[in-house]
Structures are given as structure tokens and as C-alpha cells.
């Protein structure tokens, strides 16, 4: 009877409709606590005469405790103690033998230190490291998916502005090195 095989047809579609959508929304689920966890975005800030910077408000809510090193480019790290160690894990599982292994270990943990933010979510950098990024009054705090960047604002904007022409080789380049490791 094809009228009963049309309505098994039609509850299994709806069925199954909901199965998927169910699915799907826990995996969306499960994408967006990531996305929340990204740190991201570009936030302008005053570094005090005393070296204390305020975190960006979603920053703040997200951790309190930080490990602030020395940057590349020329800005700082603040990364999350368990994402410092992930980083930090990176490079010395290579061998020690390598003198690159151990000056690139040296300068991210040698002068990291950790820092936590006071009840107004500002946190303390350490002069050396302030003076190594050439930080001024004017500081940018940039989200970078992992890590936070901290630059003085007119190095960043320099940076930034001789970055942007570039993007589609950067882009181009990552493409064919995914295609090279497959």
C-alpha cells in the first residue's frame, strides 16, 4: 500500500530531521564555548606611570591570573598559565642539543612572569618587559586566538599597516602549506 510506505517515508524524514538538527546543535554548541574562549579583537588602553595596564572587559572575565613575556615583533605575550605551558611544551620537546631550541626557551621563559589582576582588572607589567616593547602611554591590547599581544599604539599601527598589503601572499602561502603537509 503505497499510502502507508508514504507516511513511514514522512515520519522517517521528520525523524530524522530532528536527529541531525539535534546533532548539529551540539556540535554548534560545542564550536560557539570555543569561539567565547578565543581571545579576540583590538582594544586601545593607557599603561599608567607605574607600569599597571587594564585588561579589556571580556579579558578580564576570563582569567586572572596571566604570564606576561617577551613578544615577538616587537609587543608582549600574556597568554593563560595553561597556554604558556602548552607554548613553552612546543619548544622544549625539540632537542636541546639545538642551540635555536634553547635561546628561543630562554627568551619566552626567562623573563616571563606571572601576573594577576586587581579588582579593577588591571594587572602589573614588569618594567623590563615595558621597555623591551618600547611601550609609551598609548598601549593596544590585541586578542590573538591564543595569547594576547600587548604593543605601544603607533608601533602597532606601523606594524599593521605594512602587514595589511601582504595579506594575500600570507594567505596564499598558508594554502600551499597545508596542501604540502597532506
Known amino acids: 500500500n503505497w499510502s502507508v510506505l508514504i507516511l513511514y517515508f514522512r515520519v522517517f524524514s521528520v525523524f530524522t530531521t530532528v536527529v541531525l538538527l539535534e546533532i548539529l546543535n551540539s556540535r554548534w554548541k560545542e564550536m560557539g564555548k570555543w569561539l567565547i574562549k578565543m581571545l579576540i579583537g583590538t582594544y586601545y588602553h593607557t599603561l599608567e606611570d607605574t607600569g599597571r595596564v587594564s585588561l579589556p572587559k571580556?579579558?578580564?572575565?576570563?582569567?586572572e591570573t596571566w604570564?606576561?613575556?617577551?613578544?615577538?615583533d616587537g609587543c608582549l605575550f600574556l597568554l593563560k598559565p595553561e597556554q604558556f605551558a602548552q607554548e613553552l611544551a612546543q619548544i622544549t620537546t625539540r632537542t636541546f642539543t639545538s642551540k635555536d631550541t634553547r635561546d628561543l626557551a630562554r627568551l619566552f621563559a626567562n623573563e616571563a612572569r606571572q601576573v594577576t589582576a586587581d579588582k579593577t582588572g588591571r594587572v602589573q607589567l614588569?618594567?623590563?618587559l615595558t621597555n623591551f616593547a618600547q611601550l609609551s602611554k598609548n598601549v593596544v591590547i590585541v586578542g590573538s586566538v591564543t595569547r594576547?599581544?600587548?604593543w605601544d599604539r603607533d608601533r602597532y599601527h606601523k606594524y599593521v599597516t605594512e602587514l595589511?598589503?601582504?595579506a594575500e601572499n600570507l594567505a596564499e602561502k598558508f594554502a600551499a602549506q597545508e596542501v604540502a603537509t597532506k
Open 58 to 63: 571580556p579579558f578580564r572575565d576570563e582569567q
Open 164 to 166: 595589511e598589503p601582504q
Open 126 to 128: 614588569p618594567e623590563y
Open 148 to 150: 594576547l599581544e600587548i
Open 67 to 72: 604570564i606576561v613575556t617577551r613578544g615577538l
